[in-house]
């Protein structure tokens, strides 16, 4: 069975330094990952995916991600944090091909960004 | 290129009632997911159609129920509401089935039962 967890349920930055949101996933087969970023009132939008290519998965507005199966984790990064940072991001893990089998949501992580 | 729209913004019901959301799906998209995200959790995947018919579905039951038109944009009914169907209903679209398609989210349906 598959899971995904996000270890932490808020993190807290200033602005202008760097963000670690942390995930852990289960899964039985090779897995896809995501992490998906949702302003208040908004959808949710990709910032990056994780398909079995390159292990170091770069997504829009600086983010970043690293697959490492030793560690079972899917941490998302970004060097600076900027105000418009500030969000609700969930990790995604998924280990069948097609988008309706077992697509597992995070709890998610809300990122606020202080001045 | 016109985004995932869905209507109504917020829709209050009483429970027992019945209630049929909508989503338009981007232009070119022939796939259509709906989810569900209760206060403070992540979506949960209710199901997905594909040129009109069921492709896959969660752990909902069948009184979640959902269609797909020709022109791809797509309806998620639930009848007999619970107080428990309180939450933001998404609906994302994408051009295929893989899952390394990328889907496209809709602001959301805001569902308070009563």
């Known amino acids: 069975a598959q899971s995904v967890t996000q270890l932490d349920s808020h993190v807290s930055v200033s602005e202008g330094t760097p963000v670690l949101l942390r995930c852990n996933y289960s899964?039985?087969?090779?897995?896809?990952l995501f992490w998906y970023v949702q302003h208040p009132n908004k959808g949710l939008q990709l910032l990056l995916k994780y398909t079995s290519a390159a292990t170091l998965v770069k997504g829009i507005n600086g983010f970043e991600a690293e697959f490492k199966k030793s560690e079972t984790s899917f941490h998302l990064t970004k060097p600076s944090a900027h105000m418009s940072d500030a969000a609700e991001y969930f990790c995604v893990v998924s280990d069948g091909y097609s988008s309706a089998s077992k697509i597992i949501f995070g709890s998610g992580t809300r990122l606020s960004i202080r001045p | 290129e016109t985004g995932v729209t869905q209507s109504p913004t917020h829709l209050i019901k009483t429970r027992g009632q019945q209630v049929t959301l909508r989503c338009s799906s981007q232009?070119?998209?022939?796939?259509v997911s709906w989810y569900q995200q209760a206060l403070g959790q992540g979506p949960q995947f209710i199901f997905q159609y594909y040129r009109e018919e069921e492709n896959g579905r969660g752990n909902f039951p069948p009184r979640f129920s959902g269609l797909q038109f020709p022109n791809y944009s797509s309806e998620l009914n639930v009848n007999a509401l619970e107080l428990d169907d309180s939450a933001l209903y998404l609906c994302?679209?994408?051009?295929?089935?893989?899952?390394?398609?990328?889907?496209?989210f809709g602001p959301g349906t805001r569902l308070t039962v009563l």
């Open positions: 232009s070119g998209h022939n796939t």
């Open positions: 899964s039985s087969y090779s897995p896809s």
């Open positions: 994302a679209s994408s051009f295929g089935l893989a899952v390394t398609d990328t889907q496209y």
